[in-house]
């Protein structure tokens, strides 16, 4: 992602709600770098992570459980 309005709508495409998706994206990215530096993985990896465990979420979340 280059950057958080990139990130916001990638979030909203999974399921996130717009409203909520700007503050999301900055919690998300800020959480990717701590992953990325402290599993040695880069950022990218640590956002691809968190991203699927997000769609996961909300996967689970619109089919009830």
Not at 45 to 56: G, R, V
């Amino acid at each position: 992602m280059d950057n958080l309005t990139d990130l916001a709508a990638a979030l909203v495409a999974l399921g996130c709600p717009k409203e909520k998706s700007a503050e999301m994206a900055a919690q998300l990215d800020k959480r990717a770098r701590q992953l990325a530096d402290q599993k040695d993985r880069t950022y990218e990896e640590a956002l691809a992570h968190l991203l699927n465990l997000m769609k996961q979420g909300w996967a689970a979340k619109d089919k009830g459980f």
